[in-house]
């Protein structure tokens, strides 16, 4: 219509719905003419489609992927954990029965722009005998389905589908409309080379989190991580982290090489330690079995102590225990090795004539105290970091506001902190006080009489989430004027909570590479909005 004159490139910004633009990124189904049999519909965790044969376990994908056996692979599980990554990643499309829009599977599978239909709870997922049943079938290892991520049906057999069309010439030319108008700026959320150079493809302006841990759950490290956690003195810790070291800095060389000088948003370790280890009934099992059958086995030496420290370890409420922040202040030297993997490459990455704009950022800080702890271990790598390489690199160091805590505190914080990015994950969690993984038990029957009008993990409640993220934003400003402030929560990619964003005056949004074209158009469609109407003053915002 614009190439007829019809109407103005603005009014076309105007009248593209952000989310369809995800459509030219991944494949979709093709239903015209078929017969479509809907077994359940799951939450839309991850746009786009996926055909294929089902397995129900990581490491049956790995295998059935890398020796032919299956073309296309669909990962059917409970729900994901960090140890399934590998068979995700060969995987076409994931299944889960349970989970919610910010579980493992949902946030894993958007980063990779791959197709998940997460707590689809009338699939019942037998693992060990390997057969998901629904509406009274059976399907085995091996049988085909199809899965809608855009809406949330998994559906028998085999259709065919649409492949991406990232680089088709009206997108392209649409999207030269979009990126003048608008003020806010859209980073990615992107933890590998890989996942960074696609984002720099579709538009990012730079990083806005690298979730570091997913770094350790490679083949390679696991096991030194492992040794790391189950060492019981500072020494022995020390010397774990000295093998992780030089991996870590190889992925940020990596990292910087890919985003040149567009800046990096590293965050240290999050996750509670146990997720690195085996599950605590697996290997109650394997012991057991062991001791039925092979009581001398030298495996019972290494599994005893395995078991020991996974039982200590183990928390009733592990979202809320030993996490984030929470772990470098009880062993300072894992910030401390994650620093100077930072420091080490990006100096290196100076002398090969790039110019690494680095922030560093701690998560899960709930007081100032917290902050200036990691703050003062950060500075310090850095400085020793610079003395011995005779080089310079200027960063920040901030932190993540994602429990309500910090965001009431802020004012303080930002004496601390240099920028803020707010965790609206964690934030809607310890906001409303409901699990980000559990949310689906009870979500349909709060959406079917209109307690929510969204899944607040999709949608940013304005009104009680992003009330605190507006007062914080202002309180950090109070003390910092110049706080760099983004969002880094899975809401970055949603249109109605960028525009949000927009309102309340963030730097940026950061989402997955997957939904940057989306965020980008909403952020625009506000800034027009806003050209038109004036300032919105009056909003919850
Ligand atoms: C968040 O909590 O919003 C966040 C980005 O961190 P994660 O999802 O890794 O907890
Ligand atoms: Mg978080």
Redesign the pocket.
């Known amino acids: 219509m614009v190439r007829e004159g019809l109407i103005t490139q603005e009014e076309a910004v105007f009248r593209v719905e952000p989310n369809q633009l995800y459509d030219f990124l991944v494949p979709r189904l093709i239903e015209k003419g078929e017969k479509i049999e809907v077994l359940a519909t799951g939450l839309p965790a991850s746009p786009g489609a996926a055909v294929g044969q089902i397995v129900f376990t990581a490491e049956d994908a790995v295998k059935f992927h890398s020796n032919g056996a299956y073309r296309t692979i669909i990962l059917v599980r409970g729900e994901t954990t960090p140890e399934d990554i590998a068979g995700m990643e060969v995987a076409a499309g994931i299944l889960t029965s349970r989970g919610g829009m910010?579980s493992h599977a949902a946030?894993v599978t958007r980063g990779m722009g791959k197709c998940c239909v997460a707590g689809a709870g009338e699939c019942t997922v037998d693992e060990n005998a390997k057969e998901l049943r629904v509406k009274g079938q059976t399907f085995k290892q091996g049988d085909w389905l199809s899965l809608d991520g855009t809406t949330g049906r998994v559906i028998a057999g085999q259709l065919k589908t649409l492949p991406a069309q990232p680089d088709d010439p009206d997108l392209v030319k649409f999207m030269s409309w979009v990126d003048p108008v608008r003020r806010l700026q859209v980073w990615a959320?992107a933890d590998i080379p890989r996942d960074a150079k696609q984002a720099v493809l579709f538009g990012a302006q730079g990083i806005g989190?690298c979730?570091t841990e997913h770094m350790f759950f490679a083949e390679d490290r696991i096991e030194h991580m492992r040794t790391m956690i189950l060492a019981d003195n500072e020494k022995d810790r020390r010397e774990a982290l000295k093998k992780l070291l030089p991996m870590q800095r190889a992925d940020f060389t990596g990292l910087f090489k890919a985003m040149g000088s567009l800046p990096v948003v590293i965050?240290t370790l999050?996750?509670p330690l146990h997720e690195f280890l085996p599950q605590r009934e697996d290997l109650l099992v394997e012991i057991s079995h062991l001791e039925d059958t092979k009581p001398r086995s030298p495996k019972l030496k290494e599994l005893r102590p395995l078991l020991a420290r996974v039982q200590e370890l183990h928390e009733m409420n592990p979202m809320l225990g030993l996490r984030g922040c929470r772990l470098g202040i009880l062993y300072p030297e894992i910030t401390e090795m994650q620093a100077r993997a930072i420091f080490e490459a990006a100096v290196a990455a100076k002398s090969k004539g790039a110019e690494p704009h680095l922030e560093i950022m701690i998560?899960l800080i709930g007081s100032v105290e917290e902050m200036r702890h990691q703050g003062a271990i950060v500075r310090r790598v850095a400085a020793e970091v610079f003395k011995e390489k005779g080089e310079t690199i200027n960063f920040l160091v901030g932190c993540?506001i994602?429990l309500p805590r910090a965001a009431l505190t802020a004012e303080q914080i930002a004496e601390e902190a240099e920028f803020f990015s707010?965790?609206?994950?964690?934030?809607t969690?310890t906001t409303y006080g409901i699990s980000r993984d559990d949310i689906n038990q009870f979500l349909p029957a709060y959406l079917k009489n209109g307690i929510f009008k969204h899944d607040p993990f999709a949608t940013l409640d304005q009104a009680g989430v992003g009330l605190l993220v507006k007062m914080a934003t202002a309180k950090g400003r109070n003390t910092r004027p110049d706080l760099k402030v983004g969002i880094?929560?899975?809401h970055g990619g949603d249109p109605e909570s960028v525009k949000f964003c927009h309102k309340i005056g963030l730097n940026y949004v950061s989402c997955s590479p997957f939904r940057l074209l989306t965020a980008r158009l909403a952020a625009a469609q506000a800034a027009l909005q806003e050209k038109q109407t004036g300032p919105d003053l009056h909003s919850t915002s």
């Open positions: 910010t946030v959320n989190l979730r965050r999050d996750p998560p993540m994602e707010f965790g609206t994950n964690d934030l969690q880094c929560g899975e």
